[in-house]
């Protein structure tokens, strides 16, 4: 089963929940790999403690122009989404940071002056905690704006691993990075928090779930600031509320030291337990309904 961890806005305690349920699922007797895919700020390893074994580059293949073959034509230029390749008069100019690495600027040059070339984007790196979770992040290098290449790498290698459970802790909103690591997702768990900003930026996570029809529930971090609204909304659209945690003092001083919530408090070892029971309830009477 492969359940994502995502949230409409940065902040809200995804990983804290992604790793701290990875914890909770080992100690029930799961295989569990836990997959760090906010490859812009990847942070879940601050809390497992990995013990990191293998390392690789993440390349995309962008193009390389031959001054001696190309005359100007301008067909990579109309081609290219991203403006990445341009012509000016007799010379044709490549924007490395821009490309996207399609392969149409080669597929269409008529003089085949176009090779590909390859552009480390980042690494992934591996390993495996003491408890016996499986994990990967990916590192997406500082200046580097092209995240989803990095993302499909690391599922690709990982996603496929004997693990019972997958977890994948997304990066926060909605943008091509999120539906790339939601992709292939069984259930979706979004963490909000009961404010105005936690609202909006919820509702557009979960239009974006709906989008790609995936199973959904709600965790409500720092429960007893705000207001109602999002219990409010959750009702409205029939979201499961999976958990409320509350808004703790201790628990943020945990988090701020590198502390699982698990450790924090121990009682949510079996309150994590209880929501994937739930989550898996909540799975097979979907499939009933279908």
Known sequence: MNIAIASGKGGTGKTTIATSLAKALINAGKKVTCLDCDVEAPNAHLF???????????????????ADLCDGCGRCAEVCEFNAILTFGQETMVFPELCHGCGSCTLVCPQNAITEVPRTLGIVESGLTKEGIKFAHGVLNIGEAIAVPIITNLKNDHGNSESEIIILDSPPGASCPVVESLKDADFVILVTEPTPFGLHDLKIAVELTQELNIPTGIVINRDGIGDSKVDEYCREANLPVLMRIPFDKEIGKGIAKGKLLVEIYPEYLINLQEMFSQIQELMANAEDIL
């Open 48 to 66: 497992l403690h990995p013990i990191f074994s293998r390392s690789m580059d993440v390349d995309l293949l962008i193009p390389k122009v031959d």
